[in-house]
């Protein structure tokens, strides 16, 4: 199946720093990509979606400026957490769909866990 | 907004003993789609199911999608340690690619 690889998969920062999280499709050119944050046992919440070329769309309550998101190529979306304070810390999981329409599976990077101390 | 809805949040069973999971959606979906994820892992996609009424199986894993397409079960028959994880249905947002995700269930297994 598809691969994507997320990158850092850990990282520990402190705060008030930004942290920038990457995320890319290795076999597959992606127009959308997705970012979710998922709290302990907790489910996974849409944040954004990411669309190459343009700007990101943002759920409900989620802020832009707090959360950049770059799609700057078919394969590589960024998400930066600016400013990054303790309540941050969660773990930040990008999706892509490999084929364009509806009916279709998505594909996971591996997730990074971000502690912000 | 559209939502869908999972139960049970936690299930611990012995090993051997069957498990279930519900999902119900506010809306119709096009297709249901399941995941797994084990502890300290990703989603990993399981299986799509489109059609209404539509049954499929992998090994002891039988998904079913309801006839009004607005709900889906998950049913594992003689768990295994190796099914422990928490199990998320999804759906997909009418008229969009993002998927709205279930609260998952978490199934926990005593050997």
């Known amino acids: 199946g598809a691969v994507v690889s997320q990158h850092p998969s850990r990282v520990i920062c402190k705060s008030g720093t930004s942290v920038k999280i990457e995320c890319r499709s290795l076999?597959?050119?992606?127009?959308?990509m997705f970012w979710y944050r998922q709290f302990p046992k907790k489910s996974l919440m849409l944040m954004a979606t990411?669309?190459?070329?343009?700007?990101?769309?943002?759920e409900q309550g989620v802020e832009k400026d707090k959360f950049l998101i770059n799609h700057a190529s078919l394969t590589l979306s960024t998400l930066t957490v600016t400013s990054a304070h303790p309540e941050d810390s969660s773990f930040y999981i990008c999706?892509?769909?490999?084929?364009?329409?509806?009916?279709?599976?998505?594909?996971f990077g591996q997730g990074t866990r971000l502690t912000v101390v | 907004g559209q939502q869908v809805m999972q139960i049970p949040q936690y299930q611990h069973v012995q090993e051997g003993e069957d498990f279930t999971t519900y999902c119900n959606s506010s809306?119709?979906?096009?297709?249901i789609q399941w995941y797994k994820q084990r502890p300290g892992g990703h989603p990993v996609f399981l299986i799509q199911?489109?059609?209404?009424?539509e049954v499929k199986k992998q090994k002891r894993l039988t998904f079913q999608f309801g006839e009004a397409k607005k709900n889906s079960s998950l049913h594992i028959t003689a768990t295994q340690t190796t099914d422990v994880g928490t199990y998320f249905c999804?759906?997909?947002?009418?008229?969009?690619?993002?998927?709205?995700f279930g609260q998952g269930t978490r199934l926990t297994i005593n050997p």
């Open positions: 999804a759906g997909p947002i009418q008229g969009a690619q993002k998927l709205v």
């Open positions: 076999d597959f050119q992606a127009t959308t």
């Open positions: 809306t119709t979906l096009s297709n």
């Open positions: 999706s892509a769909l490999p084929h364009k329409g509806h009916d279709t599976e998505a594909f």
């Open positions: 199911l489109v059609k209404s009424g």
């Open positions: 990411s669309n190459e070329g343009s700007k990101a769309t943002y």
